[in-house]
């Protein structure tokens, strides 16, 4: 069993410590075990990764909600890349099967949840320097277009959890059948985030907040944890300060809520808030 140091806070959003970790595959296995007979898995072929999906849906809906997972276990230690994403916490998982929605989807990020027949193109940037990279985000579109046809909807509500919030904005910003917007515990401002833990700045990913021309009309709501050390809500605040117009952008800090901690048990009432412009 592998043992470790405590880590310190800036090792943040993947790096939440390797001790006593179970494999890749055991992680697989207990998200499984979660979904059982709820959601039906499958992995979605796009140009550059299969990626790992949870789906349901009772029958053709106009909406697809589609959770975005988190960046998972990214760093094993403070210097050390873990060499398999897959999260310990799939929190955007629970949340998806707390959703009463008639139509919902789970997407993991790349290389989360793949055996080594799936693991195509998979390599360390992906969960690290490129997490919010270009590649990354044309597969996810690609991903939820095939998620979209699969459920016969024509509209999505995206949902993202931490990292998975950042992608689901940046993807947010370049669909025209988005509905709305959630994230949650969400690096919203990457800059911003990177600035505020003193380390090196995410330049070969892309910053939702450098896209609010595109996001300023898609309906949105952010929720940050007041008690979040991870991404406080300060991150949020910074995203919605270099919006253009708050018109469609609301954030809500949730007293007792940290980064994992607190999201599942109010996710009945969350779940159901439909963000819209005013």
């Not at 139509?103 to 193109?121: G, I, K, M, S």
């Amino acid at each position: 069993m592998m043992k470790c140091r405590l880590l310190p806070l800036f090792a943040i959003l993947p790096a939440l410590a390797a001790c006593a970790v179970a494999t890749p595959a055991e992680r697989k296995a207990n998200a499984e075990i979660l979904a059982t007979g709820n959601m039906v898995p499958a992995y979605l072929q796009t140009r550059q990764f299969d990626l790992y999906s949870l789906s349901r849906a009772n029958g053709p809906q106009d909406l697809l909600v589609v959770y975005i997972e988190g960046d998972g276990l990214a760093w094993a230690r403070i210097d050390e890349v873990s060499p398999d994403p897959t999260p310990v916490t799939p929190t955007a998982l629970r949340l998806a099967l707390a959703d009463g929605a008639p139509a919902v989807a789970y997407l993991a990020r790349p290389c989360q949840f793949t055996d080594e027949a799936h693991r195509r193109n998979c390599r360390t940037a992906l969960w690290t320097s490129h997490r919010y990279g270009e590649d990354v985000v044309a597969a996810t579109g690609e991903a939820l277009d095939m998620l979209r046809r699969r459920a016969g909807a024509q509209r999505l509500g995206l949902v993202g959890f931490s990292g998975g919030g950042a992608i689901a904005a940046l993807v947010a910003a370049r669909r025209n059948d988005v509905a709305w917007l959630k994230t949650v515990a969400a690096p919203l401002d990457t800059s911003a985030f990177t600035g505020h833990h003193g380390v090196t700045p995410l330049v070969s990913s892309l910053n939702p907040a450098d896209m609010g021309a595109a996001l300023g009309d898609v309906p949105q709501l952010h929720y940050a944890g007041a008690d979040d050390k991870i991404v406080p809500p300060l991150i949020g605040q910074s995203y919605m300060a270099r919006l253009p117009s708050r018109r469609c952008a609301a954030l809500q800090v949730v007293a007792g809520a940290g980064h994992h901690e607190g999201w599942e048990k109010n996710w009945p009432v969350f779940g159901a808030e439909t963000p819209a412009c005013r």
